[in-house]
């Protein structure tokens, strides 16, 4: 299958960028690198000549502060300008995204026994306990939340057919909200789709906090809730690790050629003539259709058969009756 040079130009570059040591490389994540817990993955991809990662992420368990929310007068229309000029850092849109600030990220499962200290995760997270909220929330509030979101990866590849083994990987192993994009060819050029594996079923948001209007982070939960929200986080990385390792084992599964260096058990390799669960499950559906297709034809084409026989006869009887009372006349 070949590859078109614009893809393997890119992926070179990618690749490249890859193989920069850990102290030198830097990215646009919070984290600024590659998630160990997803290297592995990353390297079986790239070892394959008609598919390149171009982002990712392991999953995490983070604290977020909204950025700034557009400013009312009046309570008319938002007056962007005026609150840009109040402050330097850029609005923020739906949800509180954009402008905002990481207080705790992390990509691997939280040590709940790390620490013991009473308010541990209050001071971790950078939040402040009070006794009592008595602050009025409005429009402007700014929460502070602690998410877990599960592994998210896109694929770049040289073909449709690369994009389809990807995606039929992905839907197998539980990343149900994976698709494809740019699946159809422009002009001259070859089509390179984008894969995004994902799932949104293991994510949750929950409001932890605001922050005053002297920019203080304020808690509005107890110790023991964020412990609970921590606990909780801890269960779905869990199940988003299992399915990140077989959507890894089904990616390899879907291209029988070993790959070198990918540390892959043999146990993992399957033969060539396997067929993934997906298309198989695909092109039973397929062959069942043509089935209930060609046994409806075979009926028609019985049915017209009969037609015609019963025609032919009847038109013989008419044939026979002319012969008969012609003899009678006689």
Known sequence: MSVPPSFAKKKQSIVQQLTVPDAEYSDAS??????????????????????????????????????????????????????????????????GKGGGKWLYVSHELFDMNSNTNQGHLHSLFGTKQVSSVTVKMDTETRYVHLKFEPMILHVLTSSLEHAQRVLASALSAGFRESGAINIASTGNESRTPMVAVRTTGLAFDSIVGYASTDEEIVSLVSEHYLETLVSVANERFKVNQERTSRFRAALVAAYPAPLEGNNISPATSMAEDWEHPVLRKQRKRDEGLKRQQDLKDLKKRAQQQREVVEIVHSEHEGVLEFFDDDVVGM
Request: aromatic fraction near 4%.
């Open 30 to 95: 919070p984290k600024g690198q590659v998630d160990c817990g997803i290297r592995d993955l990353i390297a079986d991809i790239n070892a394959i000549d008609g598919l390149v990662t171009t982002s990712s992420c392991a999953g995490r368990i983070a604290v977020f502060l909204e950025g700034r929310k557009k400013c009312t007068a009046n309570g008319s229309n938002p007056l962007v300008e005026f609150e840009e000029q109040r402050t330097s850092l850029p609005i923020a849109g739906a949800g």
